[in-house]
């Protein structure tokens, strides 16, 4: 576990885990996605993870990813579980690998966190570092949002010229280029911009929800690794160490 030949044949194999049908407590969510094939997932929360691994891999901050891709063993591991996703993130030095798992904030108890703590040790033994993502941080409820939208936006065929147009006039109106101010004779909308977005061509604040007010620039808002890959002292530290994108 943790070395090239691994996750190759990780990120090449079938999803390790049969996920349940509809119930009550959590909905199976299956798409086809560019960047990770059929995906099926389950509940809201990993079906939100999933879109922003996706927005990542848009973005480059991400190169190979798989949700549900393995199951731990108790003679390497020392207990069995499986994980929603493996990522790959782009590296000129050396393999980096991360294992995220989608939880809801409401669940983590003291008993859970410890829990959490001592699987990302295990996985950092590894060279494989453990980030939990949750529908507070960082999947708070606007992220939640503007993750579902620009998706949707990215499949609505938009026309390269009307997303062209928005990115001149946002160039054009440098700090004033606010949602509200979007101009209303010409073809680009909200819709436009989040297809833009998508693709990170422009960029709105994602823990902020939109407004009028919101700002649409040319460069990032957040600190988008960090808020979604720096969730932990050691994923802080294993971040700080990737100096080649």
């Known amino acids: 576990m943790g070395t090239e030949e691994w996750a190759q044949a990780i990120f090449s194999s079938n999803p390790a885990r049969e996920l349940k049908g509809p119930s009550r407590r959590t909905q199976l969510h299956t798409y086809d996605s560019k960047h990770l094939g059929m995906i099926r997932v389950q509940g809201r929360n990993e079906y939100c ?77 590894l060279n494989i570092a453990y980030i939990v993502w949750t529908d507070a941080t960082p999947l708070s409820k606007p992220v939640r949002d503007h993750l579902m939208h620009m998706r ?58 939109l407004t009028l007010d919101t700002l649409i620039s040319t460069t990032e808002q957040d600190n988008i690794i960090g808020m979604f890959l720096g969730g932990s002292k050691g994923a802080d530290e294993w971040w700080s160490a990737l100096t080649n994108y």
């Open 152 to 209: 949707m936006a990215s499949n609505a065929d938009i026309p390269q010229t009307e997303i062209r147009e928005l990115l001149n006039w946002v160039d054009a109106q440098g700090a004033r280029a606010t949602i509200g101010s979007l101009p209303p004779d010409s073809k680009f909308d909200r819709d436009t911009v989040y297809a833009a977005a998508w693709k990170g061509l422009v960029y709105l604040p994602l823990t902020k929800p």
């Open 49 to 125: 993870s999933s879109l922003a691994i996706e927005y990542l891999m848009e973005l480059g901050y991400i190169q190979q990813a798989k949700a549900q891709p393995f199951k731990t063993s108790m003679e390497e591991f020392g207990r069995e579980i499986f994980p929603d996703f493996l990522i790959r993130v782009p590296s000129l030095k050396e393999l980096r690998l991360c294992v995220i798992e989608t939880k809801a904030h409401r669940f983590l108890s003291p008993a859970k966190l410890w829990e959490l703590d001592e699987l990302g040790a295990k996985f950092g033994e």
